[in-house]
């Protein structure tokens, strides 16, 4: 929420047009006009924060168009950010301008109400703002705040970068960035050391480094404002050659011990299961019927040679015998 001091500005300006018949400008008169600002407002940095603005003008009654304004930077020719109009007493204000569609009318112009509402917030948003009200009719009058309201931005602190880099001259250093308003004060810790460290700052963020690192460990970087306190670390490890060789050292026994295990494992498989001769083929399933005949059909009978076809027994047609051998065998 915003949080300022209220006060009336009398030192606004009320302006009359003149007609477009008048050859010369009307007088000014400021008679019953009054706005009502804050000098100063705060907001947060990514929330949102109301501008307040109030106005009195001299009529009783006003049912004509009416116009409410917004500037920044300068009064009467600055930005316009938003601007909205109705065109009568039964009408809302519509909308006309609204830059980066942030800006939203929370009063109601009708009941002298111009405040805004400004979402969320960025440091460029740290302007002055000024209110107008114009009135329509034969006298056009118009009337703006010339102080108008200062608005601050403010934002506990944030680390946003923080690295370790080498230079040409072979020297290490580490930078640290945050930022925040009030800008936040920076301060480096780590391994005992003497470093040597330079700060830089523009606006709401600063930087420092600290330069010719020597010693290995954890360096912090500390951020703290008014709003808070933030930290962030990096690690710093100088890669030196004997460091090196070592490592590679270690790197080649680990090797050498995998290649001794893996050559005992193999031993150990070839003397548990030895290399058998390949067998005959193996003949397909059969029941012990067909198995018996085709085992006796295929064993070759002693004296025959194998593969010689087998001869039916019993007696050759084609020998003749005599008659009375021929008797006793029948």
């Known amino acids: 929420m915003a949080r300022g001091k209220h006060g009336q500005l009398p030192t606004g300006s009320c302006r009359r047009a003149k007609s477009q018949f008048a050859k010369t400008k009307s007088s000014v008169q400021c008679n019953g006009w009054s706005v009502h600002v804050p000098s100063d407002v705060t907001g947060e940095l990514g929330k949102m924060v109301i501008l307040p603005c109030t106005f009195t003008h001299p009529y009783k009654t006003f049912d004509r168009a009416l116009t409410a304004i917004w500037r920044i930077k300068e009064p009467y020719n600055g930005t316009v950010i938003f601007k909205c109009v109705s065109q009568s007493s039964s009408e809302l204000c519509r909308t006309a301008i609204s830059h980066k569609n942030k800006y939203k009318l929370l009063g109601n112009p009708r009941h002298k109400d111009l405040s805004i509402r400004v979402d969320n917030l960025t440091w460029s948003d740290s302007e002055r703002y000024f209110c107008r009200v114009e009135l329509a009719g034969d006298s056009q009058d118009k009337y703006e705040s010339r102080n108008g ?6 934002a506990a602190p944030r680390i946003i970068n923080i690295t370790v880099s080498s230079s040409t001259d072979h020297t290490f250093q580490a930078r640290c960035t945050a930022e925040g308003e009030p800008a936040p004060a920076l301060t480096w810790t780590g391994p005992l050391y003497s470093n040597l460290s330079s700060s830089s700052s523009s606006s709401h963020r600063v930087t420092k480094e600290l330069r010719s690192l020597t010693h290995d460990g954890k360096y912090t970087c500390t951020a703290v404002n008014s709003h808070g306190r933030a930290e962030g670390a990096v690690y710093f490890y100088k890669f030196r050659a004997s460091d090196s060789s070592s490592f590679m050292i270690l790197i080649f026994v680990l090797l050498a011990i995998k290649v001794v295990i893996l050559l005992v494992i193999l031993s150990f498989a070839a003397l548990t299961f030895p290399t058998s001769p390949p067998g005959r083929p193996q003949q397909p399933e059969c029941t012990y019927e067909n198995c018996d005949r085709r085992h006796s059909q295929s ?11 087998e001869r039916p027994v019993g007696p050759d047609p084609h020998i003749s015998f005599p008659r009375e051998h021929r008797a006793g065998l029948g």
Do not use: D, F, S, T
């Open 149 to 154: 309201i200062r608005l601050h931005v403010i």
């Open 299 to 309: 064993r070759p009978r002693e004296g025959q040679r194998p593969g010689a076809a």
